[in-house]
């Protein structure tokens, strides 16, 4: 039978600003600013529509009766008041009567002005108020938005027992409360179970292969043993060793995925020479070179973590490198107000495609599965999952000639 494909739903688009940043713009597109701006600007459009309305009106009423008299000047004398208002001193009365309509339409269109003057400046204040009023109004309907944001940043700090309890009316807003703190308590719930699961875990793979190790090594330790039986032996503890190896990278990988509550001052200079001195030995037998100045860079963190990416990056570039005269960079420094740490190597080309399925477990390049003695394919996803668990990521590039460059970012 056919098989429709069910279209992926398309990602969000991401803010333009980061969100665990804490200098954020001034004027960032909140909520609470187009409120603002919308009730604000409603009521300035209302005002100025109703000034146009009174204007027009009260133009519309001074000209009609500047237009016509109220009386008639039959004969007479009149002495002008004002510089503006030119009126014959003696005259026929008709004379008299058009140099009054003149003054009084002056008169009225100076009124008028005056009236639109006044009425723009009240206009302006009673904009301001709208604005600050609708700024706080908004302000105050938006108020649980404000606190389910503070929550859930206490909760991506891995503070899972927080939990909002918004009072008040029984609205969207706390129906959309209720909701994330019964989500609160499921997921604590589950990491809850996960960390039991891992430290059973820990305890029951841990034992049974320690157990084999011990007594492999009882009887390969037999002199009186076959040279067989002692082969098979070696060839046990490899496997037993790589197994462990295993365990412990998934173990890792799985406390790692959560973020660090206990952090200390750790430089990553001093992280990244203890992962060389631990490297050393293997390097000089592959006749790798590692070379680099690492820069005092102080992250707050886990050490025996941070120290597990270093030592994992360390050993992807020295195992994966090429015959002879390969070489491996590693510096650290802070750049931006961030600690970055580089490994850089020289090695086999690296199409930029594949680079994602690096960061897969058990993928290697242009393997599936893991299946060399060159680890057990958790390196760079232990490595990850520890820099995102710190706040950071890391990015590889391909490098020209051959080889990656890995970087690491880490928060200060």
Same mark, same amino acid.
């Given at each position: 039978?056919?098989?429709?494909?069910?279209?992926?739903?398309?990602?969000?688009?991401?803010?333009?600003?980061?969100?665990?940043?804490?200098?954020?713009?001034?004027?960032?597109?909140?909520?609470?600013?187009?409120?603002?701006?919308?009730?604000?600007?409603?009521?300035?459009?209302?005002?100025?529509?109703?000034?146009?309305?009174?204007?027009?009106?009260?133009?519309?009423?001074?000209?009609?009766?500047?237009?016509?008299?109220?009386?008639?000047?039959?004969?007479?004398?009149?002495?002008?008041?004002?510089?503006?208002?030119?009126?014959?001193?003696?005259?026929?009365?008709?004379?008299?009567?058009?140099?009054?309509?003149?003054?009084?339409?002056?008169?009225?269109?100076?009124?008028?002005?005056?009236?639109?003057?006044?009425?723009?400046?009240?206009?302006?204040?009673?904009?301001?108020?709208?604005?600050?009023?609708?700024?706080?109004?908004?302000?105050?309907?938006?108020?649980?938005?404000?606190?389910?944001?503070?929550?859930?940043?206490?909760?991506?700090?891995?503070?899972?027992?927080?939990?909002?309890?918004?009072?008040?009316?029984?609205?969207?807003?706390?129906?959309?409360?209720?909701?994330?703190?019964?989500?609160?308590?499921?997921?604590?719930?589950?990491?809850?179970?996960?960390?039991?699961?891992?430290?059973?875990?820990?305890?029951?793979?841990?034992?049974?292969?320690?157990?084999?190790?011990?007594?492999?090594?009882?009887?390969?330790?037999?002199?009186?043993?076959?040279?067989?039986?002692?082969?098979?032996?070696?060839?046990?503890?490899?496997?037993?060793?790589?197994?462990?190896?295993?365990?412990?990278?998934?173990?890792?990988?799985?406390?790692?995925?959560?973020?660090?509550?206990?952090?200390?001052?750790?430089?990553?200079?001093?992280?990244?020479?203890?992962?060389?001195?631990?490297?050393?030995?293997? &390097?000089? @037998?592959? $006749?790798?070179? +590692?070379?680099? %100045?690492?820069?005092?860079?102080?992250?707050?963190?886990?050490? =025996?973590? *941070?120290?597990?990416?270093?030592?994992?990056?360390?050993?992807?570039?020295?195992?994966?490198?090429?015959?002879?005269?390969?070489?491996?960079?590693?510096?650290?420094?802070?750049?931006?107000?961030?600690?970055?740490?580089?490994?850089?190597?020289?090695?086999?080309?690296?199409?930029?495609?594949?680079?994602?399925?690096?960061?897969?477990?058990?993928?290697?390049?242009?393997?599936?599965?893991?299946?060399?003695?060159?680890?057990?394919?958790?390196?760079?996803?232990?490595?990850?999952?520890? &820099?995102? @668990?710190? $706040?950071?990521? +890391?990015?590889? %590039?391909?490098?020209?000639?051959?080889?990656?460059?890995?970087? =690491?970012? *880490?928060?200060?």
């Amino acid at each position: 039978m056919p098989t429709t494909s069910v279209p992926h739903p398309q990602a969000p688009p991401k803010p333009t600003w980061d969100p665990r940043d804490p200098v954020r713009p001034l004027l960032r597109p909140t909520i609470r600013i187009r409120l603002t701006l919308l009730y604000g600007g409603m009521f300035l459009i209302a005002g100025v529509l109703l000034l146009s309305i009174i204007y027009l009106f009260t133009a519309q009423t001074l000209g009609e009766s500047a237009a016509k008299l109220p009386f008639e000047i039959v004969e007479g004398k009149v002495q002008p008041t004002t510089s503006w208002c030119e009126l014959p001193v003696q005259g026929s009365g008709k004379q008299f009567n058009d140099a009054v309509s003149v003054c009084l339409r002056y008169q009225s269109d100076q009124a008028l002005e005056d009236l639109l003057r006044r009425s723009l400046f009240a206009l302006l204040g009673l904009s301001i108020i709208a604005f600050a009023f609708g700024y706080a109004m908004a302000g105050r309907v938006l108020s649980p938005l404000g606190r389910i944001t503070r929550t859930a940043r206490q909760v991506a700090g891995s503070d899972l027992s927080r939990r909002i309890e918004l009072d008040g009316p029984d609205d969207e807003l706390k129906e959309l409360a209720d909701t994330f703190d019964e989500m609160l308590e499921r997921l604590e719930r589950a990491f809850t179970a996960q960390q039991r699961f891992v430290a059973n875990a820990s305890h029951e793979l841990r034992t049974p292969l320690a157990i084999n190790r011990t007594l492999l090594e009882i009887h390969a330790s037999d002199p009186e043993a076959p040279l067989a039986l002692q082969q098979l032996g070696k060839t046990l503890l490899a496997t037993n060793e790589r197994s462990e190896q295993l365990v412990e990278g998934l173990l890792l990988l799985a406390r790692s995925d959560n973020q660090i509550i206990e952090r200390k001052a750790v430089d990553l200079a001093e992280v990244a020479s203890r992962a060389v001195d631990q490297t050393h030995a293997e &390097a000089v @037998a592959k $006749g790798v070179e +590692i070379r680099g %100045e690492r820069a005092p860079a102080v992250v707050q963190g886990n050490g =025996v973590l *941070l120290e597990r990416i270093a030592l994992n990056l360390l050993q992807n570039a020295v195992r994966y490198n090429v015959p002879e005269g390969g070489w491996v960079e590693v510096t650290t420094e802070v750049q931006h107000g961030q600690a970055v740490l580089v490994v850089s190597n020289t090695g086999p080309v690296v199409p930029a495609y594949e680079i994602d399925n690096l960061f897969e477990p058990f993928r290697r390049l242009r393997q599936e599965r893991t299946g060399s003695d060159k680890g057990v394919g958790l390196g760079l996803s232990i490595a990850r999952s520890v &820099a995102r @668990a710190h $706040g950071g990521r +890391i990015i590889a %590039e391909p490098r020209e000639g051959g080889g990656l460059v890995m970087r =690491v970012t *880490l928060p200060i």
